[in-house]
Structures are given as C-alpha cells and as structure tokens.
C-alpha cells in the first residue's frame, strides 16, 4: 500500500507563489506515476500536472508556464510550484499516485490553495 500526505497550501495574495509537496510512504516501489489534481466546489476534479517514473512531465494549458511539477526521488516527494496565482486557481489540490501492476488509484486528503486579496 501507497500513502501520500500533502503539504504547503495556504492564502496568498493575486500574483504570489505557494510549493505543494507530496510525501509517499509504503509500497513506494510500486508508483508508476504521480500527478496534481484540483478541485472546486461543484465542478470535477481537474488534472493539473504529472510526472512520469522516468521523468517525463506534463501541465495543464490552463497553467502552463505558471505551475512547475517536480521531485525528489531520495525523499520519495513531488512538489508543484505554483508562481503568477490567479484567484481561479483557488482549489483543493489533491495528490495522485498510480501504483502497478494492480492499477491502484492513491489520493491524499487535499491541501486548500486561496487565492484572495
């Protein structure tokens, strides 16, 4: 089994920064994949950003240029950078693991991001 806890999320003003980060634990051997999410009230959760076991990443258009998805293998962590926030990016920010060879979808609790002046 495959545990992810999330970190970093706060209230930050029109145009500041926040880094989510993204712990796992367990099974870790097991993840083939890891990825952002977000989701507002009412509306379906969202792909954000991925990055695959080997490293190739992928951002959403929404967020291209703007979001940055990275880890550090030695602590089994992915973070996002989020730079330029707009208030529309406020959102839970959930983190996502694919495990093999079951095909296991693995999510964190979420991590509130605000965007507000």
């Known amino acids: 089994q495959v545990q992810l806890v999330e970190s970093g999320g706060g209230l930050v003003p029109p145009g500041g920064s926040l880094r989510l980060s993204c712990a796992a634990s367990?099974?870790?051997?097991?993840?083939?994949?890891r990825a952002w999410y977000r989701q507002v009230p009412g509306k379906q959760r969202e792909l954000v950003a991925a990055i695959s076991r080997g490293g190739s990443t992928s951002t959403a258009d929404s967020v291209k240029g703007r979001f940055t998805i990275s880890r550090d293998s030695a602590k089994n962590t992915v973070y996002l950078q989020m730079n330029s926030l707009k208030p529309e990016d406020t959102a839970v920010y959930y983190c996502y693991a694919l495990t093999v060879p079951d095909g296991s979808n693995i999510w964190g609790q979420g991590t509130q991001a605000t965007v507000s002046s």
């Open positions: 367990g099974s870790i051997f097991n993840i083939s994949y």
